[in-house]
């Protein structure tokens, strides 16, 4: 494999940064998480709409354009003869002095790696994931605004620890006034009376990409679809669950907190949504 930095190849064992780069010492970074499906980059435009937004709330300045890191993506998965796969798209403020303050940095890095990913076994996918709710709760809007992709996944990463030592694979991060947020790295739809609910981005949610998709396909397939707050208790009781993410795409939730959701099996509106994704996904994207 080989991983793109700021305009060079180099094997995988040999792409390195600075321990002085500001990503490394502090987190001052920014990415996106980007699947390629048959040779289409999924919403590229929009996931680099995204990642300028995040430079622009974190004051990072960006010195490529939107296009050069668009062709600068594509060109990573020509260049590891990728048809399907996962691309992280890195940007960190660069090199500097100790101490917390940027001033210093001024040479931001761009990093795409290209390669293969599955989140999940086939089986989870056929019959669904089990979940449990955590104490971390996720971030605050007043510490850091969860709309940033930032280098700091230290609160979904402390959330994932705390649902694998229970023996689980995903976990339910509240926020702080205890409404549901979104998982360690998904968001999160229930069916409830024939209604297709997600918790709004205000509640602590990332606006994700395959979320907006699945909003888009729900509206088409006739299904009414609400933005509004969640609780622990309104999961427990749906009639059905499923999240959604880059790297996961959609996959149903069957139990949360050892409580049984509707049936305990994928429910009908969330096979119908996961078949709509998979037929949309590999032509919805930029032809690499």
Not at 36 to 53: A, E, S
Not at 183 to 192: L, P, Q
């Amino acid at each position: 494999m080989k991983v793109y930095i700021n305009g060079k190849y180099y094997d995988k064992d040999d792409a390195k940064v600075s321990v002085f780069d500001h990503g490394f010492l502090y987190g001052d970074g920014i990415f996106e998480g980007i699947r390629l499906y048959n040779k289409n980059v999924f919403k590229l435009p929009k996931h680099i709409d995204r990642l300028f937004r995040s430079a622009r709330a974190i004051m990072l300045d960006m010195p490529w354009s939107k296009q050069e890191i668009m062709d600068a993506v594509c060109d990573a998965c020509r260049t590891n003869n990728l048809t399907d796969g996962y691309i992280r798209l890195v940007v960190s403020r660069g090199k500097g002095a100790l101490g917390l303050s940027p001033r210093s940095c001024s040479d931001p890095q761009l990093i795409i790696i290209a390669d293969q990913i599955q989140l999940y076994p086939d089986e989870l996918y056929q019959n669904g994931l089990k979940a449990i709710t955590v104490p971390t709760r996720r971030n605050s809007h007043a510490a850091l605004p969860p709309m940033v992709k930032s280098l700091n996944y230290l609160n979904n990463i402390l959330a994932k620890i705390e649902a694998q030592n229970l023996g689980y694979q995903e976990c339910l991060l509240l926020n702080n006034e205890g409404y549901v947020a979104e998982c360690s790295g998904d968001n999160v739809f229930i069916a409830f009376e024939g209604q297709l609910i997600t918790p709004p981005v205000s509640a602590g949610s990332l606006g994700g990409m395959t979320r907006q998709t699945v909003i888009e396909l729900a509206k088409k397939l006739g299904y009414e679809l609400i933005e509004k707050p969640l609780t622990r208790f309104d999961v427990w009781t749906a009639d059905e669950c499923f999240l959604t993410g880059t790297a996961a795409k959609l996959i149903p939730l069957v139990e949360l907190d050892g409580r049984k959701i509707g049936t305990g099996k994928p429910g009908e509106m969330t096979n119908n949504l996961i078949k709509a994704f998979n037929e949309v996904a590999p032509v919805e994207g930029v032809k690499i």
